[in-house]
């Protein structure tokens, strides 16, 4: 048996009921194959794999907190510190019900490939805990805030470990936490990012995942002689990443007509309204259901569906295997031309296999929404000199880096003969970097 394969089964055998775990590692390890057949001997004798794929330290903690009404409650928290060859862990926190150890894990082990395609000094880590924000007081996200943090801050640090934002933890949460970080370690660090801009944030870190997502969707529609502008795309969620996706879109000349939540999804002909948006998401952390009464030409519909709307571009960014094999039917029979991934995984395996097959560009998550992490390492480097740049600064290097990320996703498919398969190249690109420094560093 290759050795590939080998260690994918004993993946799957060592790390029982994690499924998306078992999916992150399969996709990369099989994309890796020419790498490692090509020095399987070395790769051997050294157990590469099997320090790739074995996280360099999982924490697992009690998180107690009170509600409103005094009654306490207990969640679990998590963080994965997967591999820190290139530099200290990063990645962010993610505050969901569905939240466990595998879907961790699998986050995790993701961030180790997307972080190395930045072209920048971070590791491979994630967090988070299976507490839901939702409808919670603010004061209840602080408690919880708070005392997972209380334990979190053993662990991590500007040039250790540095955590920021994910499904369900923004602005506020990355505030209450880096205050109690502060309050408990006595240090004034850069240990967090997705800072408020009074206390250290970036500029443009909050657009930073949706406006590199539409960078790298451009970059990838230009190498084909195709302009964006004039283009209709889906889009799903209605969180971070969505939002300034489709911000974005708008202000390329493209169109964005739909977009989710967990309850439900809007479809406006004319466009999503981002201001309206904004103030339904981002103020009054409500459902979609309130966005006809700012659109009356726009439909709610209970469920999912976003993927059923004629559109040339689809722009997952919601959650993981939220796009199906017959959702890719349906997006193949519409005839769209490329899908990139703003969430993590949101492709299932056989979905992104159909729309690759059926000639679609496909632009892996670990590719196409590193610009959120890109510009998390450019707050790192802000809050290191203790300087902060402007607006413009940080999103023409977030540009660059994404042009840069998929001009090398582009040249690694094509010197390993894999010429428009990005999934190949993304993959191939990201585990050159941690290899070389894995090799360079000996067996730790
Ligand atoms: P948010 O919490 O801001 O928004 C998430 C959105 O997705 C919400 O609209 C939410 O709906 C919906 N959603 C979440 N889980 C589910 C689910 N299980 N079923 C249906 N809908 C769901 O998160 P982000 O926008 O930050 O993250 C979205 C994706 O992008 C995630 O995969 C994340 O890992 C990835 N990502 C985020 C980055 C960032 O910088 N924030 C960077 C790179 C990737 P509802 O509110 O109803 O739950
Ligand atoms: O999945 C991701 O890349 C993120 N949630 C952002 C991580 C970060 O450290 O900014």
């Not at 051997?44 to 924490?59: F, G, K, T, Y």
């Not at 072209?119 to 708070?146: A, T, V």
């Not at 039917?329 to 395996?349: D, F, H, S, W």
Request: hydrophobic share 40%.
């Amino acid at each position: 048996m290759s050795y590939v394969d080998e260690i994918v089964g004993e993946v799957v055998a060592k790390n029982p009921n994690e499924p998306e775990f078992h999916q992150a590692v399969r996709e990369v390890l099989d994309s890796i194959r020419p790498i490692v057949d090509a020095n399987e001997k070395s790769f051997r004798r050294d157990a590469l794999l099997e320090r790739l794929v074995n996280p360099e330290r999982q924490i697992k903690f009690r998180v107690p907190w009170i509600d409103d009404n005094g009654d306490v409650h207990v969640n679990t928290g998590y963080r994965v510190q997967f591999n820190s060859a290139i530099g200290p862990y990063k990645g962010g926190l993610r505050l969901h019900p569905s939240v466990n150890l595998g879907i961790i894990k699998f986050l995790g082990f993701e961030q180790i490939f997307k972080n190395s395609l930045t072209g920048l000094p971070i590791g491979g880590g994630k967090g988070g805990s299976d507490f839901d924000p939702k409808g919670k007081s603010d004061r209840e996200i602080m408690s919880f805030c708070q005392s997972f943090m209380t334990e979190l801050c053993k662990y991590i640090g500007a040039d250790t470990d540095v955590p920021a934002g994910d499904i369900g933890t923004g602005a506020r949460e990355i505030g209450f936490m880096f205050g109690q970080y502060k309050r408990m370690r006595n240090l004034f660090e850069g240990t967090l990012t997705g800072k408020g801009l009074s206390f250290g944030g970036s500029l443009a870190r909050t657009e930073a995942t949706g406006y590199g997502l539409l960078y790298i969707t451009d970059a990838l529609l230009r190498a084909h002689d195709i302009d964006i502008s004039g283009k209709t795309a889906v889009v799903s969620g209605a969180g971070n990443v969505a939002i300034y996706a489709i911000e974005k879109a708008a202000q390329l000349g493209a169109k964005a007509v739909t977009c989710s939540d967990s309850t439900g999804w809007v479809y406006d002909p004319d466009g999503i309204d981002v201001a309206a948006l904004k103030e339904i998401k981002e103020v009054k952390r409500a459902r979609l259901t309130e966005y006809t009464s700012y659109r009356p030409n726009a439909e709610y519909h209970e469920g999912r569906g976003v993927w059923s709307v004629k559109a040339d571009i689809a722009l997952p960014c919601a959650t993981q295997n939220e796009l199906d094999v017959e959702d890719a039917k349906a997006l193949v029979a519409n005839g769209v031309i490329a899908v990139c991934e703003g969430a993590n995984m949101p492709t299932t395996e056989a979905a992104t296999k159909y729309l690759q097959d059926n000639g679609v560009f496909f632009v892996p998550g670990k590719a196409a929404n590193a610009g959120g992490v890109a510009t998390s390492a450019l707050e790192m480097s802000q809050n290191s000199e203790r300087m902060s740049w402007t607006f413009e600064e940080v999103d023409s290097k977030l540009k660059n880096i994404m042009e840069n990320l998929y001009a090398n996703i582009d040249d690694a498919a094509k010197r390993y003969g894999f010429e428009g398969n990005y999934v190949a190249g993304a993959n191939l690109a990201g585990f050159e970097k941690v290899l070389d420094a894995m090799n360079a560093q000996g067996i730790v």
